[in-house]
């Protein structure tokens, strides 16, 4: 596996995080006891105050990295349109508003690539609609590539090209959505019949 020309296959989760590939999950992993804003702040590594040494003596500093990170969660809150949920503990949050945290905390470091995992599980349409602009603004705006498992074809449809149909770990089509919805490889493998049966069964 290459990343930018580079080998990092076995690489260790943190290894990774540290290169700019994150992920987000299919049941969102929140800290439920902490706000909003402090799940967005816990994601930078390396903070001072993380250490007992320096925030004994070295109060100055963590008090200057603990400030410019929080002024980057709220610059994320911001983005993301969450700003009425800031303060909010994470886990008396809604499913999309969840998704809406796990992809913010991407945001909290200098992302290359994010994999998102069901992104609309369990999201009503007017949240995805939501999730699925900040995923085509941190492209556009700021080039995140991302790669996303999903099995809502319209937010695929609308996200995403190319589009990889895979069964049993193997390729099947490859294309915009329009075409691999029409692929018979597609349509037999996931409704158990294809086009040319149903023909001739009609």
Known sequence: MLLDGEDITGLAPHELFAKGMLRTFQI???FSSLSVRDNLMMVPPDQPGERLWSA???????REREAAIRKRADEVIEFLEIGHVADELAGNLSGGQKKLLELGRTMMVDAK???LDEVGAGVNRTLLGTIGDAILRLNRERGYTFC??????????RLCDPVIVMAEGTVLARGTAAEVQADEAVIEAYLGTGLKN???AG
């Open 113 to 115: 690539i994010v994999f």
């Open 148 to 157: 996303m498992i999903e099995h809502d074809m319209e937010f695929i449809a």
């Open 198 to 200: 149903k023909a001739a």
């Open 28 to 30: 969102a992993h929140e």
């Open 56 to 62: 004994w003596f070295h109060g100055a500093a963590v």
